[in-house]
DNA sequence: AAAAAAATCGACCGAAAGTCGAAAAAATAC
DNA sequence: GTATTTTTTCGACTTTCGGTCGATTTTTTT
C-alpha cells in the first residue's frame, strides 16, 4: 500500500530526465512507459495526463532550486553577492553538470515558460528579505521592494536566460540593478568578474 | 500563374483569425480547410507545415505592427512620448478591437513566445534611433544605447503584458525607465496617466 | 481462505499532422 | 486550337500520440 508512490516518484525521475534531454513536447509518453516498462494504463493510473505529469516534475525542479536559494539566505556572505546568488541559482537547469542545454534553446517553450514562471512566484519573497535585509544594512535603498524585485528578476531572466545574451549587457545590468536598489555606484560590480569567469569555463 | 499568391494570403488570413480568437494549438489544420472550403492537400501545397504557417502569420502580425511603430516614430510628438507610444503599440493583440484575449491569458504560449521575440527585434533599432534623438535634445544621457534600449523592452513587456501586472508596478516601472536612459525624474511622469486613464476604459 | 483494494496490463479509440499519386485547371508552346 | 507542360487541387491513407477501459494480477485486509 505504497509501492505506489515509489513507482511515481520512478515515473517522474524517468520523465524529468527525458523532458530536460529532449524536451517535454518531444517524449511521448509511450517513450516514458518504455524507459520504465510499464504499459499504458499504469502510467494513467498515476497521471492523470502528461500535462498533469509535467506540472508535477516542474515542481520537483523548483524545490530543489527553492531549497538551493534558501540555503545561500542563510550563509553570511554580504547581501549584493546573496542577490546574484540567488538569482543565478535560479537558472533552470542550464548550469547543472551533465544534462544542460536542448531545453529552452530550441523550442521548449512550454516548459521553460511554466518553470520561469514557478522560479519567480518562489524567488519573490526571498528576494524581498534579502533586499530589505541590504535596506536595514544602508547597502539599499528604495521603496516599493516586491515591485522591484519582481523587475529584478524579469530583467535577470530576460537578459541571461534568453538566447540574446551579450557581453555588454553585463554592465548594463549592473547599472540598472544597482539604481533600481537603491544602491551606491560598484555595489554590484563583482557581478562582472563572475560571469566573465563562467563565460571562460565554458570557453565561449 | 498567381492565383497561388492569393490563396496563400487567403489561408494566411483564416489562421491569423482562428490563431488568435482559438490560439494556434487548439486550431487544427482540419479547421482552416475547412473554413477555406480546399482539401488536405491543397493546404499543404502552401505550406510545408503548420508551424511555417504560423511563422507566417506571425511576420503578417509584426509588418502591421512595425508600421504603427514607424509611424509614430515620423510624428512630431515629444520624445518621452514615441517611446511609450511605441512600446505600447506593441502588445500583439491585445489593444485591438473586437478579437482581444483567447491568447496569452490561457495558453497560446508558443504563439507568444515568438511574436514577442520578433516584437523586441523588430522595435529595438526603431527605439534606438528615439533615444538617440533624446540624447541629442539633451532628454537622455546614457551609453549603450541599444542594450538599454533591450532591457527597457525586456521590462516593459514582463511588467505589463504578463499575467501579473499590478497598478503599483507602474511607479516603479517609470522611476526604473527615467533611470536606465539617464533622464530628469519626471521625464516619464505621464505613463501613469495614461495606464489610469485606459485602465478606466475597461472597467478595472 | 475469502474479500476488498491497489496496481498492472494492453488492445483500442479518436484527433491531428502530414503524405502521395492521381486528376483537374491553367498557362504556354507549337 | 490542340498538344504539352506547369500549377493547383483533391481526398484517401498513414503515422503518431494522448488518452480510455474492462479484464486480470498482485497485494492488503479481515
Redesign the pocket.
Known sequence: ????EK?RQELLKIAYELFITRGYEN????EIIDKA??????Y???F????QMLEEVIEMMIDAEAEMARHIMETTIPVPQKIVGIITSLKPLDAEQPIKDALHQPENILMHHKVRKKLIEMAMPLLVEVVEEGIREGIFDCDKIAERVKMLLILSDGTFNEGTFRESDISVFIDISEKLLGAQRGTMGFLADLIDKSEMEEGK
Do not use: F, L
Not at 500500500?1 to 505506489?4: A, L, S, T, V
Not at 517524449?27 to 509511450?30: A, P
Not at 492523470?48 to 500535462?51: A, Q
Open positions: 500500500m505504497k509501492k505506489g513507482r517524449t511521448s509518453v509511450d516498462q510499464i504499459a499504458k494504463g499504469t494513467y493510473y498515476y492523470p495526463s502528461k500535462e
